[in-house]
Every structure is written in structure tokens, then in C-alpha cells.
């Protein structure tokens, strides 16, 4: 079935270096792909997305980058900072409808 | 702009009673979602709604699920009997209709805990 892998399960780093973190999806029709943070105590929420058509994206310190062939995304934060830690989830959506199947998610942790 | 609202926040039940969660999505948002996180797993895709419609219901687990969207605003979803591994996170998100790319947006999501 479809599914989507997600790596690492748990990220620690120092405050002010980078963060990457890798999906990989199974279902080669997918083609839009969100990714969520989910502070503590909080609801997920989007942070960036990107569509098949597309090989990167960036929004100020955070991008993301897709290689379909490999089926693989991966999510960029550059500078970390204290209020980077949460946990976050990448996704995958195809065309056939809006039924979106996530990762298992990154807990990432900041240390200042 | 209020956004999805979900109730109860938590629940604690015993293995085989009865319980009902309740979404409220944005107002407007004709499409509305159920999600459940597993400990540790992954948010699993449940069900979507359009309007009153089920949509995609190829995520729910067994008929002892019912998700139902009378009226096409709110949404409730019924656990009947609930069982030890029905314990969880329980999401639900809307969006409007129109684009496939549209964002979802989450609620706060329900914790249940099946004793």
C-alpha cells in the first residue's frame, strides 16, 4: 500500500547549525507534498509544501527539495533555533484525491 | 477566523463502552478529514468528507468506526465498542473546496485512552 518513510525519528543539534530531514513515498502518482510542525501541546500546521513540477523551495531558513525519480523529499532548516524544536511530519498526496499519507515524524530538538 | 475546534481535548474510556468525538471545521470548509496518530506512528488517514459525502473512507479500521457529517458543517466520530488499540490521537482538519493543493488545517486533535 502507500506508505512514506520518514528519517531520523529524533534530530538533536546545537542551536545555529542545520537540520535535514528525508521522506521517501512509495506511491509513484503523488505529486503535492506538505510538511507539518507540531509544537508541543499544538496542533500540526504547514510550514512549506511542494508540487511534482517542482525541484526545491525555500522560505527564509527552511526548504525543501524533491527528487522524483528516487521518490525521495527532504526538509532543510538552516541557523536552528530554540523555536525550531517540535516534531515534524512530511506527507504525500496524489492526484486521485486529498487523502494525504504521512511520515512518522521528527522529533528535532535545538540545543541552545 | 476561528480555527478547527475539536471536543473533547481528551477522553478516558474502558474497553468496551462508547465514545464520540466532534469536529467543528473553519466555516466554509466543505472539506473535512479524520486522522489518528498511534503513539510514535504515523498520522494515519481515517476518512473525507465533501459537504455530507463520504468521500474516501479506505482508512477506517472496522465498523466499529462511524464518522458522520449530518448537515455538512460539523462532524462527529463514533468508537463502538472501543478496544485497547483504538488509543491514540484523533485529528481532524478541513479545507475548501476547489484546488487539490488547498492546505489542510488541523484542529487540536482528541487524546483517547482505551483502558
Known amino acids: 500500500g502507500e506508505n512514506v518513510e520518514q528519517h531520523p525519528s529524533t534530530l538533536s543539534v546545537q542551536e545555529g547549525d542545520s537540520a535535514v530531514?528525508?521522506?521517501?513515498?512509495?506511491?509513484?502518482?503523488?505529486?503535492?507534498?506538505?510538511?507539518?510542525?507540531?509544537?508541543?501541546?499544538?496542533?500540526?500546521?504547514?510550514?512549506?509544501?511542494?508540487r511534482s513540477n517542482v525541484g526545491e523551495k525555500k522560505d527564509q531558513r527552511i526548504a525543501v527539495t524533491l527528487n522524483k525519480t528516487a521518490k525521495h523529499f527532504s526538509l532543510h532548516i538552516t541557523?536552528?533555533?530554540?523555536?525550531?524544536?517540535?516534531?515534524?511530519?512530511?506527507?504525500?498526496?496524489g492526484e486521485k484525491g486529498f487523502k494525504t499519507?504521512?511520515?512518522?515524524?521528527t522529533r528535532l530538538f535545538v540545543k541552545a | 477566523e476561528a480555527g478547527v475546534t475539536q471536543f473533547p481535548s481528551h477522553s478516558v474510556i474502558e474497553k468496551g463502552q462508547t465514545v464520540t468525538l466532534r469536529c467543528d471545521p473553519i466555516s466554509g470548509h466543505?472539506?473535512?478529514?479524520?486522522?489518528?496518530?498511534?503513539?510514535?506512528?504515523?498520522?494515519?488517514?481515517l476518512l473525507h468528507f465533501v459537504k455530507e459525502s463520504k468521500q474516501d473512507e479506505s482508512g477506517m479500521p472496522n465498523n466499529r468506526f462511524l464518522a458522520e457529517r449530518t448537515?455538512?458543517?460539523y462532524s462527529t466520530l463514533k468508537v463502538q465498542p472501543a478496544e485497547l488499540e483504538d488509543s491514540g490521537v484523533y485529528f481532524c482538519a478541513s479545507s475548501p473546496l476547489g484546488q487539490l493543493y488547498n492546505e489542510q488545517f488541523f484542529g487540536p486533535g482528541t487524546r483517547l485512552?482505551?483502558?
Open chain 1, 79 to 93: 541557523e536552528t533555533q530554540p523555536e525550531d524544536s517540535a516534531v515534524y511530519f512530511c506527507a504525500a498526496r
Open chain 2, 113 to 115: 485512552t482505551v483502558l
Open chain 1, 21 to 50: 530531514i528525508k521522506c521517501t513515498y512509495s506511491d509513484s502518482a503523488s505529486n503535492y507534498f506538505p510538511w507539518y510542525k507540531q509544537e508541543l501541546g499544538k496542533r500540526p500546521q504547514l510550514i512549506i509544501d511542494i
Open chain 2, 71 to 73: 448537515g455538512g458543517t
Open chain 2, 30 to 45: 466543505d472539506n473535512l478529514y479524520w486522522y489518528r496518530r498511534v503513539m510514535g506512528k504515523e498520522i494515519k488517514f
Open chain 1, 101 to 105: 499519507i504521512f511520515g512518522a515524524g
